[in-house]
């Protein structure tokens, strides 16, 4: 969908917002109607009824979205795993294989290794900084490539050229989590790739009080994502609608902030005498620092790092700070943190956690919009400093 706007701050205000406002309203109303009168629709998939997708509500957050990352269309659903199962249902079939990132979001590894055998899909992991060894995994079922903008929790940035590149190569359908990019730093679809999927929860919506999801890409592919979805059920409700496009408004705003906040923590805390390792794109002892700096306009408001003295320093870190909220999630307009071993990827065994890198000390920052010298301040006194 090209949108008459150019500037990102402008599609976050203007685009999608109904032409006449509906009885003048600035904000857009909610719709809380679960039906609508029959207007003579002759697709059972365009019946104006919340569950398919297409309410006011649902149809104003939609072009919105698409607009924020030039896509040709948009969806949105009742929760970031209802975008990425329903879209990864909906490009394979019994019988077809998938090729997926070796670090992912704890609830899609769960997904591809507890879920996928029994629908009949099989898969394989890649390193997604060595393109190279992808291409021997390869087999005349291979239908998908799935990967994320920057790994969770680890900040890995894959080799995403490379990714497009091999799914044009063999005709897979490429698709990516760019949650922790946000359309701020990230358009995925102007790099080449068919799908954009976010968890809404995050940064879309930032303020921490409410679960949907989001799914970008060509007109064709997210109009059979909307039919599998319809079926399915997972669809987002009028008022956490109405709550994702009050978010969206000042997404840029919000993460522009924190990007910044969150590269001066990670220098901070890579320079602390308390801390092993901090794992952050922006930072230049990153692996991935320059591809990161060549993709993306920012580098993202989550970091992670190991502190001195494993678990029982990093439960101490956890108990001392003040500001930061000890909760799961990220993306919102307060600082949180948590350890992934007991949060995002608890679902993982501790040798798949110990494969994927992912130390039982390591502390998960998701960087607020508070002040960053109070938050320096913070941290520099639970470390010890």
Known sequence: MKSPFKSLETKLIHAGEPEPRIQGAVAMPIFQSAMFQYAGETSYHDLKYIRLNN???????????????????????????AAISTS??????????LLAQNCLYGGTYDLVTRDFPSFGLSYDFIDAERPETWKPLLKPNT?????????????????????????????????????????????????????????????????SDIVCGAVLGQAALIQRITHRLNHLGGTLDPHAAYLLHRGLKTLALRVRHQNESALKIARFLARHSAVVRVNYAGLESHPGHARARQLFAGFGGVLSFEPRG?????????KTVRLPIIAPSLGGVETLATRPALTSHAGLSPIERRNAGIADSLIRLSIGIESTDDLLEDFDQALGG
Do not use: W
């Open 143 to 207: 239908k998908a490539i799935y990967v994320e903008t920057m790994t969770n929790p680890l900040l890995q940035v894959a080799d995403l050229e490379a990714v497009v590149e091999l799914a044009k190569a063999h005709g897979l359908i490429s698709l990516i989590d760019n949650t922790f990019a946000s359309p701020v730093n990230f358009c995925p679809l102007e790099l080449g790739f068919d799908l954009s999927i976010h968890s809404g929860t995050k940064y879309l919506n930032g303020h």
């Open 55 to 81: 309410t006011p509500n649902h149809v104003a957050l939609h072009q919105k979205l698409a607009a924020l990352e030039n896509a040709e269309a948009a969806l949105v659903t009742a929760s970031g795993m």
């Open 88 to 97: 990864l249902l909906t490009v394979l079939k019994a019988g077809d294989h």
């Open 310 to 318: 494993g678990v029982e320093a990093a439960d101490r870190v956890l």
